[in-house]
């Protein structure tokens, strides 16, 4: 389905008002909105709408979702050292760097520091853990995410059913480097530590870069209302 289409098709969805959902649990406001418009329903990372994503999402939810994830030669230290020198044990014994990490030191001693040009990891003694360059973050987000558009439901329950209105949709494309690095600096973009110690190496579930939904605007240079 092309961009065109999908606004002609979004419009009457939009007058028809609310619809029962055509699942139940977090899945229905996506797949609900995919039934209705005739779109396959796929969970690849394939774009639903040529090259643009599809997201709808509840209002005023606090859902979040991951970006994208990102390692490759990011890390100074070797992973394995920084878990055995900085992480934490948890339920089970494992040690491991399971952080979501801020500008503000956690118990480990670990901080975020966001710079013109980079994004850095780094403990309060000053040695550095990760590093990346703000272009292949930008970079990385935008081979991912190249254009969105997000679909906002208002919400009813009715009984024992769930109903949406899909009442609003934006068309978002275009970033940067700088709009990135501030995202991450204010807190709309979260970086996730998930790795442990696996013995001879580290197990790295890979760094993720996430949102809240609600937050997805703010990573884009434009904006258009659908």
């Known amino acids: 389905m092309r961009l065109g289409e999908f606004r002609i098709k979004f419009r009457e969805l939009k007058k028809r008002g609310f619809i029962p959902t055509f699942r139940k649990g977090t899945t229905g406001v996506g797949h609900t909105l995919e039934a209705v418009l005739g779109l396959q329903e796929n969970n690849l990372a394939t774009p639903d709408l040529a090259k643009v994503e599809l997201k709808a999402h509840r209002e005023n939810s606090t859902s979040m979702i991951t970006l994208f994830t990102f390692n490759r030669n990011a890390w ?25 990490m801020s500008l503000t030191p956690n118990s480990s001693g670990l901080f975020l520091r966001v710079e013109d040009e980079q994004v850095i990891i780094q403990h309060v003694s000053g040695e550095i853990v990760v590093k990346w360059e703000q272009k292949a973050l930008a970079n990385q987000f935008s081979q991912k995410i190249p254009a969105l558009v997000l679909v ?52 790295n579930h890979g760094t993720g870069f996430r949102t809240y939904e609600s937050k997805l605007p703010n990573l884009f240079e434009h904006i258009e209302e659908l």
């Open 76 to 100: 100074v230290m070797k992973p394995l050292d920084a878990v055995k020198k900085y992480g934490t044990y948890d339920n089970n014994g494992r040690l491991g760097l399971y952080f979501t």
């Open 152 to 203: 906002s439901a208002q919400t009813e329950k009715r009984v024992d059913c769930e109903y949406f209105w899909f009442y609003r949709a934006r068309y978002l494309y275009g970033t940067n480097p700088e709009l990135i690095a501030d995202q991450i600096r204010i807190g709309n973009i979260l970086v996730d530590l998930r790795l442990h110690d696996a013995g001879t190496r580290a197990r």
